[in-house]
């Protein structure tokens, strides 16, 4: 495959696992990030957006690493669980705040997420 070939694998492959990410994600959380996120509540969006990052980082550095087709799939499952887990762990930390709207709390979520993903994309490195 050539190098167009490869560039559009990996970038339809990329979008399509981000999208199942995040329809997974939302599944899984206890609260209805689409429906507050359409009433306009800050939280939910902020800690989507960040679990969201922290799934596309180690994507991002499994394709830059050149990985194969396989690799790039299996870190894509690494990250999705690095990311529910740092959820969970948010949540029992900090529970409601999402319900809740509470923005700060949120954003440690965010940035929880964010660091969860910067950690698991940087073990990709040996």
């Known amino acids: 495959m050539g190098a167009i070939g490869s560039f559009l694998l990996y970038l339809g492959l990329s979008l399509a696992l981000l999208v199942a990410f995040?329809?997974?994600?939302?599944?899984?959380?206890?609260?209805?990030?689409?429906?507050?996120?359409?009433?306009?509540?800050?939280?939910?969006?902020?800690s989507l957006s960040g679990a969201m990052l922290g799934f596309t980082f180690p994507l991002l550095m499994a394709s830059y690493t050149h990985a194969d087709l396989v690799g790039f799939l299996a870190w894509s499952v690494i990250s999705c669980i690095t990311q529910l887990g740092v959820f969970w762990a948010l949540y029992h930390t900090l529970p409601n705040v999402i319900e809740t709207n509470?923005?700060?709390g949120a954003t440690v979520y965010a940035t929880g997420s964010v660091c969860g993903g910067l950690i698991n994309a940087a073990s990709f490195i040996p």
């Not at 507050?36 to 939280?43: E, P, R, S, T, W």
């Open 102 to 104: 509470n923005t700060a």
């Open 22 to 46: 995040t329809l997974l994600y939302t599944r899984v959380t206890p609260y209805d990030e689409i429906a507050n996120i359409h009433a306009g509540k800050l939280a939910p969006a902020l």
